[in-house]
């Protein structure tokens, strides 16, 4: 059920981010749910956080397998902190891209801004 027709909506988002560091410089976060403007703070957050625990040069992998949406809001979350590691010397990749959110990163002419 989508998290605009829950009804305990306000009690939870409608998305998940778990980060794990997966060596001295390179952290996984997982995504998984609904992501649109409402998720950007804790994108975010989530990112920044697993970046700040890891060594240089350092890498961030979100797994987006899980998403079963995402909004311009939640790319421009990802272009933002791309950026923000390749300035710094580091990378943000993305995996478990669907063919959907492929089709979107595309439209969107994002698929080089985000190393796809």
Do not use: K, Y
């Not at 809001?73 to 990749?93: C, I, S, Y």
Request: with cysteine; glycine share 8%.
């Amino acid at each position: 059920m989508p998290p605009r027709e829950r009804p305990d909506r306000d009690a939870a988002p409608g998305w998940s981010l778990d980060a794990t560091p997966t060596s001295d410089h390179t952290a996984l976060v997982r995504a998984s749910g609904e992501f649109d403007l409402a998720a950007v703070a804790d994108v975010h957050g989530v990112i920044g956080r697993a970046a700040d625990e890891l060594l240089a040069p350092v890498t961030v992998v979100v797994d987006l397998s899980a998403v079963t949406f995402l909004d311009a809001a939640m790319l421009g979350a990802l272009v933002t902190n791309r950026r923000a590691l390749l300035d710094a010397g580091g990378d943000l990749q993305l995996t478990g891209v669907s063919a959907w959110t492929m089709r979107i990163i595309e439209i969107c002419g994002l698929r080089t801004t985000l190393g796809l």
